[in-house]
C-alpha cells in the first residue's frame, strides 16, 4: 500500500487514527502493531511470515546473548549470518545465479526468487538492535510484541528512514499524542505527499520518457533534461516519502530522525551524504565503518574502510552492477576529497561556488548510472551528454518531453531542492495572518495532490525495489 494512495488517505489511516485515539493509552501499542502486520501484508501477504521470522529470530538472539554473556559474541554472529542470509537470499539470488550463468556460459535453471518489500529496511533495524544489545547500549527487550512494533512499524516500515533502537525505546513506552504534534504531523504529511504527487511523480515521467529511449538517439540537450529530471525525481519521491513517514510518526507521537537535509546544496560529495538517506549513511558509520577502525587507522586502511563502505552502500540500493559502480563512483570521490582537502569549508564565494558546481556534476552523473539498466546504457547516455555520441535517428525533440506542466515542475524542485522554506511548519502561534496562509497553502497542495492521484495511474515509488 502506497502513502500517495486513495486507500491509505481515505480508509486506512482515518481508520487507524480512529482506534488508535479511542482506545485506552496502553492499548495503542497493540492497535499500531496489528495496523503494521495490515498494512505489510495488504501488499504482500506471502513474505509477511518472512517479517515475522525477522521479529522471532532478532528477539530470540537478543535474550540469548543476555542470558548467556560468555557465548554472546556467538549468538550475535548467528543472528546477524541469519538477518543477511534472508536478506541475500530474497534480494541478490538471482543476481548470483545470472552472473554465474553469463561467467561460467552456464545455464543453471532457477526459479526466480522475488524481493519482499521492505526486507533492506527492517533487516538492517533488526541489525542495529542485536548489535547494540551486545554493546550494552541498550537493553535487552523481552516484550516481544515491542520489539515486534519497532521493527514493523508502518510509517517507515517499507522504505525507512531506518531507525535506531535507542532512539525509539522510550517512545515505545512512552509517549503523548496531542493535537500540536497531530497538526504538525498532519502538515508534514501533505507536505511529503505534494513532493511524492506533484513534483516526482510529473519529473518522473519525463524521465521515464527519456531513459526509455536508446541513449544514442537523444539530443545532448534531452540527456541532460532526462538526468535532472530523475535526479529531482530520486530526491522528491523519497524525501517526500520520509516526510510522510515522519508526518505519520508525529501524529502516533514518534519522533523520528530527519532523513534529509537538502543534499543539492552540498558542497562536496562528503557533504551530500551527510544530509542524502541520513539514517542509511549513519547506519553504515555506526556498523560497518567504526568497526572496520574508521578515521582512527592508517591512511592507507581508511581508504579501504571507505571503499568498502561505499562498494556495500551501492550494493544495498540493489542487485545489479550499476548500484555497484554508483557506490564505487561516490566512493572515489569521498576519498579524493579526504586526500586533497576538497571537502573543507571555505569563505571565498567564487570557491563555494565552484565546488557546488563540483558536486552536482558529480551526483547527477551518479543519478544516471543509477538508473540506467546496464553499465553500457549509462556509459552511452554519459557520453552523449558531453557530446561524444553523434546522436542519429532522434525520434522526438524537446516539446515531446516536457510542456509546460513540466516546465512548472522543474521550476518547484529547484525552489524546493534549497531551504527557502525550511522552517514553514514552526511558525509561531501568534503570528496568526502568516499561519493561515500556511494552512490555506497546505490544502492547496491536499487538493492539488489528490486530485493529481484521482487522475492519473503513474503513482511509482522508486524504493520499493531497494
Partial sequence: MLFSSMSFIFIFLPLVCLIYFVVRPNLRNYVLLAASILFYA??????????????LVNYGGAILMNKHPKYKKGFLAATIIT???????????????????????????????????????????????????YRGEVSVQRD????????????????????????????????????????????????GLAKKVLI??????????????????????VAWIGSLAYSFQLFFDFSGYSDMAIGLGLIFGFHIKENFNY????????????????????WFKQYL????????????????????????????????????????WHGVFIIFEKISGWHKESSAKLVNATKHLY??????????????????????????????VRSHDVLYEMSYYVDNIEIIAFVAAFLCSVPLFSNILHIKQERRLLNWLVNAWLLVLFLLSVASM??????PFIYFRF
Avoid at 506471502?46 to 517479517?51: D, V
Avoid at 542470509?85 to 526468487?113: A, M, P, R, S, W
Avoid at 484521482?454 to 503513482?459: D, F, I, K, M, R
Fill in 263 to 282: 543534499p543539492y546544496i552540498s558542497k562536496s560529495i562528503t557533504e551530500f551524504w551527510r544530509r542524502w538517506h541520513i539514517s542509511l549513511s549513519t
Fill in 42 to 55: 495488504w501488499g504482500e501477504p506471502e513474505y509477511l511470515a518472512i517479517m515475522l521470522l525477522t521479529i
Fill in 83 to 133: 538477518n543477511l542470509g534472508f536478506l541475500t537470499y530474497f534480494k541478490y539470488f538471482n543476481f548470483f545465479i545470472g552472473n554465474l550463468n553469463e561467467l561460467f556460459h552456464g545455464n543453471l535453471d532457477f526459479i526466480e526468487v522475488l524481493m519482499p518489500i521492505g526486507i533492506s529496511f527492517y533487516t538492517f533495524q533488526a541489525i542495529s538492535y542485536v548489535v547494540d544489545v
Fill in 359 to 388: 558536486t552536482v556534476f558529480v551526483f547527477v552523473i551518479g543519478w544516471v548510472i543509477f538508473r540506467a539498466d546496464n553499465i553500457a546504457y549509462a556509459w552511452t547516455y554519459i557520453k552523449n551528454m558531453f557530446g561524444f
Fill in 289 to 328: 565503518y567504526i568497526p572496520l577502525g574508521g578515521n582512527r587507522v592508517s591512511k592507507s586502511r581508511n581508504y579501504l574502510n571507505l571503499s568498502i563502505v561505499f562498494l556495500l552502500t551501492g550494493f544495498w540500493h540493489g542487485a545489479s552492477w550499476s548500484f555497484v559502480i554508483w557506490g564505487i
Fill in 454 to 459: 484521482a487522475a492519473s495511474t503513474y503513482n
Fill in 200 to 221: 516526482a511523480n510529473t519529473l518522473g515521467a519525463v524521465a521515464d520518457k527519456i531513459f526509455v529511449q536508446a541513449p544514442d538517439t537523444l539530443q545532448t540537450s
Fill in 144 to 191: 516481544i510484541f515491542k520489539l515486534s512494533l519497532f521493527i514493523c512499524l508502518f510509517p517507515q516500515l517499507i522504505a525507512g528512514p531506518i531507525v535506531k533502537y535507542n532512539d525509539i525505546a522510550d517512545q515505545i513506552d512512552h509517549r503523548e499524542a496531542d493535537f500540536d504534534k497531530l497538526a504538525l504531523g498532519v502538515k508534514r504529511f501533505i507536505i
